[in-house]
């Protein structure tokens, strides 16, 4: 009885969008996700089986964004999943590994994975994060070869650290005010 007291008294947003995070298996999804939404990190990894949800409000140009986030599997095993969890999708992160090559080469998959069951990017609000930054000396992936790659997708690009919280909130907050952008105009 008690939580739903303090849900009621939770200022209300008026405008809730579904965002997905996407990407490889550990490459770092449900500890953005936490980061952002509960303000923690936990070192050890615990796989996601299907998907896993969170709730923040966020101001996004003034206006108060509710994200119902959606952090889906990585797996292979799970792929068949996916298209169910893309469903009303109101935008994307994309998000890889500094440290794993094998996570960037991935990503054009991930980016048709989004088209096919999201539609055209843009206008479909995706943000590409690099995750792990914290991690510089065991970098495997530049920023130039992220950038590159987010250009010629015609997606924005940020750098992130779960871990440390660099630029968590910043990217949820930027993919919120591009999907207010992409919905009203």
Not at 31 to 56: C, H, N, Q
Not at 86 to 99: C, N, R
């Amino acid at each position: 009885m008690e939580e739903w007291c303090e849900y009621m008294k939770a200022p209300k947003s008026k405008h809730i969008f579904k965002t997905i995070v996407v990407g490889d298996a550990a490459v770092g999804k449900t500890s953005l996700t936490i980061r952002f939404s509960e303000d923690k990190f936990d070192p050890d990894y615990k796989m996601t089986i299907g998907v896993s949800f969170a709730t923040k409000t966020v101001d996004a140009n003034g206006k108060s964004v509710k994200l119902s986030i959606w952090d889906t599997a990585g797996q292979e095993r799970f792929s068949f999943l996916l298209p169910t969890y893309y469903k009303g999708a109101g935008g994307a992160l994309l998000v890889f590994d500094v440290t794993r090559r094998a996570t960037f080469e991935r990503l054009p998959q991930w980016v048709d994975h989004l088209v096919k069951n999201c539609g055209e990017i843009p206008p479909f609000p995706v943000i590409l994060v690099a995750n792990k930054t914290d991690l510089e000396e065991a970098r495997d992936v530049s920023t130039e070869e992220a950038k590159a790659f987010s250009e010629e997708n015609g997606i924005q690009y940020f750098e992130a650290s779960a871990k440390t919280g660099a630029k968590v909130k910043d990217v949820f907050e930027e993919l919120a005010k591009l999907m207010l952008e992409t919905i009203y105009g």
